[in-house]
């Protein structure tokens, strides 16, 4: 292209200016032009141009020592006050582009042209010749310049305006309305920061934007601390920045590998290995101040430990794919004894005014304080959304619209997996310094009898108890909750959720532990700084969930997605002490986790089949009896979880990490059956992933 428009400048060579026969159109005139013919005027303006240009342009010693002969094309402008101004240069080596703008910044100003007596701008083309040529010597002088159009030095000149806006990227990310990706060990770096007594924030709806937390936590300043004194482009690129980085006054973007590359070894399997191989990429940016975008798209395949293998399997939906991996999606069988699941997961983020912020796209949400939520959780595989946090004074209100699928059997319609719906609200008020109250309600309805996207419950601040009995009381599925945080010290804040499902006061009072009270509970504290040793936090929490909560009496209008449940990861029926220790020094992290719990499943044996409460999916209508209903009923079994893992932060830019863990598991039921049998596993793994996503493998 650039040869082409050398080329193109070269053979427009008729004139300086068109030789007008009118008289009343002058061009520039330098001082020494003045007294001559107006005839004469561009004759003595093309000399002055080349003359200027042969005793002020230094040829680069570059050019000189590689024997280049060619030419540089300028586009310039003559401006209304006599000012030259360079639109465009082209040529083949830089250093003689950014001569050429240094020759032409030291023409002096003179006479603007005229155009029947009024000034006007000139702009011209020229092409000068390396080697250089004395104008006294040469013929073609006059020759080599020619008028052009406004409109076609501007467009020549466009996509170097574009360059020339790109600046020094200071990643823009830190202050926009993206979502800090959600890991907890992650947001605990932060967690202290929001915590403090007096600060306004709100801290159950998760994921966090940057805009909202870097009001507490200087990302820049943390990720500076982090950085390694390297010269080279790899050296940067592998310790410190994103792959490609990109930013200008008005948009920015970075583009990441994803790697999440494992081996480990399952004590309790019959297979060698297992493993994980994913690779895929990361966009992100903004455009302007107020949007913001994010997508990454996966592609995996990997063999876990035996017991999450079996658990994979038992979430399988309809169809030939043998497996759902948690948290992730559909799998399709690779090899023999392998999984192979893409994933994708991208949103658009704005924020139309400082209070409001809007999201749309296909990912996951969280609510609540502690590991686990009983409100709204993480653990099931991506779905579309589309959510709006909008705060003020002391509030932060939560609205969340979900898409899901119910993937069984069952209720497929012609092969196609059933589509639900799920709407939210959660009002997060900050009634003093240190206390903070949460109200929760959501529904969760399906497109029977065509019913489709209920436009009752896009009202943003409407009561769903009332629209489900205006729709009928089987219609959905209502759900309602509360969260209560209270921070003692700085160092040291207590959490709590309640979820209601379902109660019947009447019973409560009589003491016979009836069905129909369906509800659950956290409490937990979190211990920053812990012991005086900074960036060490540990936390306590326990969670209880009676039977048959989170299920409903028609198919698909339980709480959940995808096999999975949209709330805790055991369902409900179950009673779990956790433990947990995370440090982080420099680029080093450390965590500790330790899950107790005693859970009631179903027998499925063939004589007994009734619901126990811990499968959500089963109707709940399929009970053994209506009272003395209890916590572990069915199958008692203890479960004891426990997970190591230390590692080193490679890039803090893409969160790539290098990990070694050991988990520990041990799975212990008062009976045996075709599906619930003893287990105990040790599994060791080690690898390097770039880390956007909680992996939850505490079932």
């Known amino acids: 292209m650039k040869q082409f428009i050398v080329l193109l400048l070269l053979l427009v060579q008729n004139n300086v200016f068109s030789q007008d026969t009118f008289q009343y159109e002058k061009p520039p005139v330098f001082p020494n032009c003045e007294s001559v013919d107006i005839e004469a005027l561009q004759h003595c303006f093309d000399n002055s141009v080349f003359t200027h240009i042969f ?45 050429a703008k240094r020759v032409f910044a030291l023409f002096p100003k003179v006479k603007p042209a005229t155009y029947n007596g009024r000034t006007t701008y000139k702009q011209y083309s020229i092409a000068i010749k390396i080697p250089l040529v004395n104008p006294s010597n040469s013929s073609k002088n006059v020759t080599e310049v020619d008028e052009i159009s406004k409109l076609e030095a501007a467009a020549k000149a466009e996509f170097d305006s574009v360059n020339k806006s790109i600046k020094a990227f200071e990643n823009k990310g830190y202050s926009s309305q993206l979502n800090i990706p959600f890991t907890h060990s992650d947001y605990a770096k932060f967690d202290r920061n929001m915590n403090l007594i007096g600060t306004n924030s709100h801290t159950a709806s998760k994921p966090f934007v940057y805009d909202e937390v870097s009001n507490y936590y200087d990302f820049k300043a943390e990720n500076q601390k982090l950085q390694k004194e390297t010269n080279t482009w790899a050296g940067k690129k592998l310790w410190n920045e994103h792959l490609v980085q990109i930013q200008s006054k008005d948009y920015w973007f970075t583009i990441d590998p994803i790697l ?136 932060k209100y939560t609205n969340t619209w979900l898409w899901l699928k119910d993937v069984r059997p069952e209720v497929t319609e012609d092969g196609a997996f059933l589509t639900k719906y799920l709407a939210s609200h959660y ?24 019913r489709g996207f209920d436009v009752n419950y896009l009202n943003p601040i409407i ?33 709590s959720q309640f979820v209601l499902d379902e109660f019947s006061l009447g019973d409560i009072k009589g003491g016979e532990r009836s069905w129909k009270n369906k509800y659950g509970y956290q409490i937990g504290v979190k211990y920053f700084n812990a012991f005086k040793v900074d960036n060490l936090m540990l936390q306590f929490e326990y969670n209880r969930i009676r039977p048959y909560t989170y299920s409903h009496n028609t198919i698909a209008t339980n709480y959940g ?92 830019a893409s969160n790539l990490k290098l990990f070694t863990d050991i988990s520990f598991r041990n799975f212990d039921p008062e009976a045996i059956t075709s599906t619930t049998f003893k287990s105990n596993t040790v599994w060791f793994n080690f690898g390097l992933r770039t880390d956007l996503f909680n992996w939850y493998f505490d079932n």
């Open 55 to 99: 005793y002020n342009f230094k040829v680069p010693q570059k050019t000189l020592d590689e024997n280049y002969k060619g030419n540089v094309a300028v586009l310039f402008e003559v401006d209304t006050t006599g000012t030259f101004k360079v639109i465009y240069v082209d040529a083949i080596y830089n250093e003689l582009k950014d001569e």
């Open 463 to 495: 009561f769903y108890r009332a629209i489900e009995f205006e729709t009928g009381q089987d219609a959905g599925n209502a759900i309602i909750g509360a969260s209560a945080k209270y921070k003692w010290n700085d160092n040291v804040n207590m959490y």
């Open 260 to 395: 999440d590359l494992q081996v480990g070894k399952d004590t309790d399997a019959d297979f060698s290995s297992t493993y994980n191989n994913t690779r895929g990429f990361l966009v992100q940016g903004g455009l302007g101040k107020k949007l913001n975008f994010y997508a990454s798209v996966f592609e995996s395949q990997g063999r876990f430990a035996q017991y999450v293998n079996q658990y994979a399997e038992s979430l399988k939906a309809f169809g030939p794919d043998p497996a759902i991996i948690p948290g992730r999606g559909i799998a399709k069988r690779f090899k023999s004894d392998s999984y192979d699941y893409p994933v994708a997961e991208a949103y658009l983020s704005y924020a139309p005014a400082k209070f409001i912020n809007i999201q749309f796209g296909h990912g996951k949400n969280f609510i609540g304080d502690g590991y686990r939520s009983l409100l709204l959780s993480d653990v099931a595989s991506p779905h579309p959304f589309l959510k709006l946090n909008t705060k003020f004074w002391k509030i």
């Open 561 to 652: 997605h995808n096999n999975q449940s949209m709330a805790h990861l055991w369902g409900a029926n179950f009673s779990e002490t956790i433990l947990i220790g995370r440090y982080h020094y420099k680029r080093w992290f450390a965590d500790a986790k330790l899950i107790f719990g005693v859970r009631g499943l179903d027998f499925n044996d063939g004589t007994d089949n009734f619901s126990y409460g811990a499968d959500i999916f089963r109707n709940y209508n399929d009970r053994p009896f209506d009272t003395g209903v209890e916590v572990g009923q069915g199958i008692k079994t203890k479960t004891f979880n426990g997970n190591l893992q230390a590692g080193y932060i490679i890039n803090p």
């Open 427 to 450: 009002l997060s008020w900050n009634v003093s310094k240190r206390f903070n109250l949460g109200l929760f309600e959501s529904v969760i309805w399906t497109n029977s009898n065509n």
